[in-house]
């Protein structure tokens, strides 16, 4: 890379991490009236959107160790968003579910975060906010 190729990914990672910790921040503001966490939330989006999952599916649709989705859903159970039954088809495996409070408080989370991403996003416009989603999900894939 040249200087100044250098100079403009410098800046273009700066920035992005900014806006990262940005969202990162509104989103935490959002979701401390019910005192979950980032990952507790995405947690129970999963289920909610899946349905009643074995651990280890949790785990990987959460990218984490299943000793990680074991803790969150440990915190999230002691809050009554969801609960845990054997499965059936193989004693040693756990399922879990959202409850139907967890139902409710999933969604009201949901509309939080998105509320806190329109906040963030909401000053482009529109042509702006789906050129960034594009550039976005190229980088993601």
Known sequence: MTG?????ADGLADA????????RHRTREALAPWEVTPGQSRALQVLIRHGEL???AL???LRIAPRSATEVVDDLEARG??????DPADRRATLVAPT???TRTGAAIDAARRGA???LFG?????????????LRTLRD
Not at 4 to 8: H, I, L, M, N, P
Not at 16 to 23: G, K, P, S
Not at 81 to 86: A, D, F, K, N, S
Not at 123 to 135: C, H, T
């Open 16 to 23: 992005f991490w900014a806006v990262t910790r940005r969202l």
């Open 81 to 86: 968003l969801v609960r845990r039954r054997p």
């Open 117 to 119: 991403a329109e906040d």
């Open 4 to 8: 100044d190729a250098e100079g403009v």
């Open 54 to 56: 074995r651990l280890s």
């Open 123 to 135: 000053s482009l416009a529109p042509a702006d906010r789906e050129q960034l989603a594009r550039i």
């Open 100 to 102: 139907e409070h967890g």
């Open 59 to 61: 785990a990987e649709h």
